[in-house]
């Protein structure tokens, strides 16, 4: 019999166990039981997957309706075309590089179960590149006890063939309603998985129930040991919703209970207490703000002074749209904090938004930013930037400002991580676009801090990446939004300009340009890579995928030559990416910033901060190549001014594809917000426990953070109740194993830097 905590290779043997933890990061019963399926194949069923991403992993089950054998092009051998019926609009097609081999088991008229990598040939057809396959019988030939053909992965495909061993494959089983379809990989496929997840369920102890029974009658849930049996093995539809809503639920509040427990430990800590002051330089900044807050920023201004005013630390998420004001709002906190006599560091993801920051909050401050200098101002502070690439005797200087408190505000890359600096009174952390930096790293500036306190964090976003929207709809961090453009923000036009269908609308971008630079205004253009690395070494053996296939994006520094000599040689062009010595990105942004360059072809690194009120204009090359958070703020670098912004997309994107339909939606829109939730709905939620931020290795299996906000907030209160009665979930062993099972420790560490 097994338990969920036993080990895999006690259940199932070394060989199943070793390829098992290798795929997928399994060692425990539960580690395979939760691997859940992605879907359930049926008679009839369409193929979910309409549209696969490039080099997926994919498994379909139907029936094959055609096939082909070709001679193969450039050596010996056949190729097998393959048509197979999926009940989907068009069938899928496969191929197969050994035919001479498979066609006799791979043939019209049978029922197969493939599962290989998605290659997509044309913009619009992709196919199964040399799966692997399993035939299934007919129902006519239910009687059958042993699959006819399996290509299989090594050590589990004994299991995968058994007919009659515990937790086989038996040919039988494929004739159920809901025959389940796993999330696979090459090596490890879906009847792979089914087989080892039969024979753990037919080995399995009862499992005692972690929810109370009175918990389970009010929501009508499932017991575990039922959910976790019928999730795998559904005989009815009603089987498959009610497992899931089980185990939807037990996703919520294990990572409910990790967040309940790391609340709990931060309301434990200590820190500077930071009041407002109604004499200091906070108020002098008040009195001579040229403009008045909005409404927005003023509430947010408001919430964050009573955050400081406590010995708790402040754990509070900024965001708000690109050029809402969240700059003049951490700035405000800042001079709160320098009033109390501690200090502010601002960590930035790149010495471009170091710099950027440095002069900005300078040009803000005025006099009241140069204590120290001739001209100070009575309550000023010393404003300080430290990175990396600065001389030797300029970061001597920095850091001993910051040593010895005379910089109330220091600003800088990962420079600020160092051992070699220190701070006198640390009393603030403001993290700009945070989802640029590990936790590590906030973790390893907030321990700078002496004295056993904890500083202060304030962490800022304009467009918030899914992982954030993951935590903040979790409760787990207090959140402040800024939905207000202030005054004089102009409005952003954004078109999509498709290349392939329309190449003389490209020409007509180039020409949009010159009209804006003639009227005296200055343009972006902005290209996803930089170029070819010089000091690379030369590629050996065969050759990238790029250079098969040609190139597929245009370069910086290709486009920077092109324009000058081209479409754009009459105006100023400028060249700006991150492999130019720091110095020299300094000075083009320097250049830019004053007007002395009209068009900067440029990567990503002015994606955030950067602030020139004159740009109008940006073009994006090969659009579709960017996220739809990194479009939103790229596009926030125009419109800046009292003259309206013009964004346009240029792609190859096919019409009527996802990429095409991504691009759109970013035109359509303006507002972060929505575009966050796209960007959630595409990429998923993330590994919201871990420091993976995309879909690849998401925790949350079942759990929908847009879809699912009532099984959220219901798993909350229970979990904050059930924290604040026992902190440590001493007597609650059950859901103390839930929730490890759902987050183990290296990932609650994780959190508990965060």
Known sequence: MATLSDRLDHVLGVKAADRLTEAFDMTTVEDLLRHYPARYATQGQPLTEEEPEESAHITVIGRITKTELRPMKNRRGSLLKVQLDTGAARPIEATFFNGDKVRYLVKEGVRAMMSGTVHWWRPDR????HPDYLILPDKAEAGVEDLTSVRGSGALRGLAQSAKGAGGVDAAFFER????????????????????????LDQLDPI???????LREERNLLEVSGALRLIHLPEHKLDIEKARDRLRFDEALALQLVLAERRHEVEGRTAPACPPSTGGIAAAFDDRLPFELTEGQQQVIDEIAADLSRTRPMHRLLQGEVGSGKTIVALHAMLQVVDSGRQCALLAPTEVLAAQHYRSLRAMLGDLGTAGELGAAEQSTKVVLLTGSMTAAAKKTALLDAMTGEAGIVIGTHALIQDAVEFFDLGLVVVDEQHRFG??????LRAKAKGGISPHLLVMT??????????????DLETSTLTQLPRGRSPIVSKVVPRKLHPGWVDRAWERILEEVGAGRQAYVVCSRIGEDPEAPPAKGKKSAQEKEGPTTQAAVDMFETLSAGPL???????LHGRLPADEKDQVMRQFNDGAIDVLVCTTVVEVGVDVPNATVMVIVDADRFGVSQLHQLRGRIGRGKHPGLCLLVTDAAPGGTAMARLEAVAATTDGFELSVLDLRQRREGDVLGAAQSGTARSLRLLSLLDDLEVITAAQELARQVVADDPGLVKHPGLAGMMDAAVDGERIEYLAKS
Do not use: H
Request: glycine letters at 4%.
């Open 126 to 129: 992709w196919n199964l590149s």
């Open 177 to 200: 309603e809901f025959v389940p379809v796993y999330p696979a990989t090459a090596k490890v496929q879906s009847w792979d998985l089914l087989a080892c997840i039969r024979q753990v």
């Open 208 to 214: 005692e129930d972690p929810l109370p029974a009175d």
């Open 439 to 444: 936790v590590e790293q906030r973790d390893a």
């Open 462 to 475: 304009a467009t918030p990446i899914p992982r954030t929207i993951a935590m903040t709809t979790l409760g």
């Open 569 to 575: 040689a009459g105006v100023r062009v400028g060249l």
